[in-house]
């Protein structure tokens, strides 16, 4: 097993138990010096999402457990904790929520998010949870503010056990759509079977009226990020212990899924602005980006880098301007390339 490889089995291993997502330990990356091509003042900002076009929300998947979501502004790539921090507030939406218990406890990391798009400043975020409780998270921003967003907590799913949350992907109703990466209380063989590509998870969609309901033909190995199409009937999901791509339909009887090897453990999947999906993920020694067309699955390479001690295990891709911000797992700092049209 090369040594990139056993780096993420520690990864999932350390998060099958008692819950999900605990990164695992590795030596402090070097000190992070502000620049054009980083962001710093991050803690793992395992998942990144544009949030107009001033901003970018990042989780903070961090192993100290501090977490929060992070705003950062583009211009001067200024890091903003915009959950907790004093400007928030906590503002239950109990007709939508009505079994959340409460805000989260400081204990609160960040895993995968979601931007739900408009052009309004105020914008809903979820955000996949872990710490005292497996849940998502739901908050509106308020982009308008100044010096930075404001964010307004709104609400809270509890994940039943066991699965093991790591990314959303947000629905108009408030409901979601969530994957089930890694089922808390796991064994490391599970672990490793997952990661041969043994499906031991899925997909789940959750509404109000109707709770938590199992996506047909939605079985996966790492089931990791997920993206919907925009008349709601197609979803794109990242296999991340299969090392493959597959879309499934939502909502047909019986579900048609068809699914692509990629050769890389595929992480969180977004789409892009001219219509594709980036999908970003893992390889031997590195990380990569590629674009995937919804409609023919075929796969073209954008980027691809070598891990280094101050970036490696790259897992999302946010366009800002002309660059690419590079998320991870882990480190303290988003990396920033150069899209490939401005080479």
Not at 86 to 91: G, H, I, L, S, Y
Not at 230 to 254: C, H
Request: with cysteine.
């Amino acid at each position: 097993m090369k040594a990139s490889t056993l780096s993420v089995v520690a990864l999932v291993c350390l998060g099958a138990a008692p819950l999900l997502a605990q990164p695992p330990p590795a030596p402090p990356p070097p000190p992070c010096v502000p620049g054009t091509n980083v962001v710093c003042g991050q803690d793992a900002p395992e998942d990144l999402m544009t949030l107009g076009p001033d901003w970018v929300v990042a989780s903070s998947y961090a192993s100290s457990g501090k977490g929060g979501v992070m705003l950062i502004r583009t211009r001067d790539r200024v890091p903003f904790t915009a959950y907790p921090a004093p400007t928030a507030k906590n503002q239950l939406d109990k007709k939508t929520y009505p079994d959340c218990p409460g805000p989260p406890t400081a204990k609160f990391q960040t895993h995968g998010v979601y931007v739900e798009p408009g052009n309004s400043p105020r914008h809903k975020l979820f955000a996949v949870g872990h710490g005292d409780r497996e849940a998502i998270e739901v908050f509106e921003i308020d982009a308008s503010a100044s010096p930075a967003p404001t964010a307004t907590w709104l609400g809270c799913v509890i994940a039943p056990n066991p699965i093991g949350l790591n990314s959303v992907r947000g629905l108009p109703d408030g409901g979601f759509i969530t994957t089930n990466f890694l089922p808390r209380g796991g064994t490391p063989e599970a672990t490793q079977q997952m990661m041969a590509g043994a499906k031991n998870g899925e997909l789940w969609e959750w509404h109000t009226a109707s709770g938590w309901q199992k996506i047909p033909g939605s079985e996966a190995a790492g089931a990791n990020g997920v993206e919907l199409s925009a008349d709601g009937k197609t979803l794109y999901v990242a296999a991340w212990g299969s090392q493959s791509f597959f879309r499934v339909t939502r909502g047909a009887t019986p579900p048609k899924r068809d699914e692509i090897p990629l050769g890389f453990r595929i992480d969180n999947i977004h789409w892009a602005r001219d219509g594709s999906l980036w999908g970003t993920g893992q390889t031997d020694g590195g990380w990569k980006a590629v674009k995937i067309d919804p409609q023919t699955l075929a796969v073209r390479e954008v980027v691809a880098q070598k891990d280094t001690a101050e970036f490696n295990a790259g897992t999302a891709v946010a366009e800002v301007g002309n660059t690419l911000w590079v998320g991870s797992f882990r480190g303290n700092r988003i990396a920033i390339v150069l899209a490939p049209s401005t080479r």
